[in-house]
């Protein structure tokens, strides 16, 4: 384990990954392996998270998990302390690629719920949700 203790903290933790291993050849090759990473809830402390790494490090993987869109290959993924479902509907913008630049964040938070028919003013409250 890391040098960090998911026992040691008396905060609230809101993201946690234990132990996670990334394999796509059925483990002979791991491109990521043990990783543990920890964000705690910190109220009034004003933290602000980044993950950097070089092209093909794993950064977008790595987001896939916490948002529940990719399974890892082995560990533990806690979004609250509870494991992380599809069904959260946590979602992720990326900066660059998959946003619109002629739409505002907002509209393009919301683009996939207006392709789902929900009307604007819903679409807007929704979409602030995620955002904020």
Do not use: C
């Amino acid at each position: 384990m890391s040098p960090l203790s998911f026992t040691d903290s008396t905060l609230a933790n809101i993201i946690e990954l234990r132990n996670i291993g990334q394999t796509y050849d059925g483990g002979q090759n791991w491109v990521i392996k043990g990783l543990d990473f920890l964000v705690e809830d910190k109220p009034d402390q004003g933290q602000f998270v980044v993950i950097l790494g070089m092209s093909g490090s794993g950064k977008s993987t790595l987001l896939r998990y916490i948002a529940g869109i990719q399974q890892p290959s082995e560990g533990t993924v806690l979004v609250n302390g509870k494991p992380i479902t599809p069904e959260q509907h946590i979602s992720m913008v990326f900066q660059q690629y998959s946003s619109l630049p002629w739409m505002t964040v907002l509209e393009n938070v919301g683009l996939a719920l207006q392709y789902q028919g929900i009307k604007k003013n819903e679409r807007d409250e929704r979409a602030m949700e995620m955002i904020k």
